[in-house]
Structures are given as structure tokens and as C-alpha cells.
């Protein structure tokens, strides 16, 4: 069984910066392209970024891109969110998903049902 813990939340002030980690244990890491996402109060989970299994594809939403990085580490069986430049409205709870394995990050990765398995989150607040 396929577990995902994610931390790394926590409170930053505009213009700080996080990085959050999400651990996979129970099967091999490198079998799994990974994604984060996101799901402010009130509003629907959205698409953050995604990773192909050997970590040279990559993939950011336009939001996003330019502050944050996603990496991984296969040997560690852990994947990385870069956040720099932190906006208020980045406020969040931050999800890791792992999905089938793939080389290539295409549009299937930033959709929330190409994930099979799902993390508990880690808050993420931006104070003005």
C-alpha cells in the first residue's frame, strides 16, 4: 500500500519562501510520476506542478511558474516544492499525488483523476 506523507508547511510572511517534502513508502519510488496540488478554503483543488519518474520532465502551472521548482529525489523516495516569492494568495492546503509512471509530463498530469494515490496535506499560510 502506497503511502505519502507531505511536510514542510507552515506560516511565512509575502515574499518568503518554503519547501515542501512528500515521502512515498510502500512501493518503489521511481515507479510513480509524482504531482502537487493545491486547495484553498472555498475553492476547488488545482493543479500546482508535476514530475516524470527520472525527475527531467517537469511541469508548472502558469501561476506558478518562475517561483516554484519541483524535484525529486528517487533515492531518498521523496519530492520536493520549491516555493520562493510567496503571494497571500498562495494560501493553502498543499496535496502530493502519485500517479502512473511516465517520461513525458503532458496535460493528463494536471488532472486530479491521472493520480492514484494522495497525501493528508500540509498547510501552507502567506501573511501580508
Known amino acids: 500500500q502506497v503511502q505519502l506523507v507531505e511536510s514542510g508547511g507552515g506560516l511565512v510572511q509575502a515574499g518568503g519562501s518554503l519547501r515542501l517534502s512528500c515521502a512515498l513508502s510502500?512501493?518503489?519510488?521511481?515507479?510513480?510520476?509524482m504531482g502537487w496540488f493545491r486547495q484553498a478554503p472555498g475553492k476547488e483543488r488545482e493543479f500546482v506542478a508535476a514530475?516524470?519518474?527520472?525527475?527531467?520532465?517537469?511541469y508548472l502551472a502558469d501561476s506558478m511558474k518562475g517561483r516554484f521548482t519541483i524535484a525529486r529525489d528517487n533515492a531518498k523516495n521523496t519530492v520536493y516544492l520549491q516555493m520562493n516569492s510567496l503571494k497571500p494568495e498562495d494560501t493553502a492546503v498543499y496535496y502530493c499525488?502519485?500517479?502512473?509512471?511516465?517520461?513525458?509530463?503532458?496535460?493528463?498530469?494536471?488532472?486530479?483523476?491521472?493520480?492514484?494515490?494522495w497525501g493528508q496535506g500540509t498547510q501552507v499560510t502567506v501573511s501580508s
Open positions: 499525488a502519485a500517479g502512473p509512471r511516465t517520461g513525458l509530463i503532458t496535460p493528463a498530469q494536471t488532472k486530479d483523476d491521472y493520480y492514484n494515490y
Open positions: 514530475i516524470s519518474w527520472s525527475g527531467y520532465s517537469t
Open positions: 510502500g512501493r518503489t519510488f521511481s515507479s510513480y510520476a
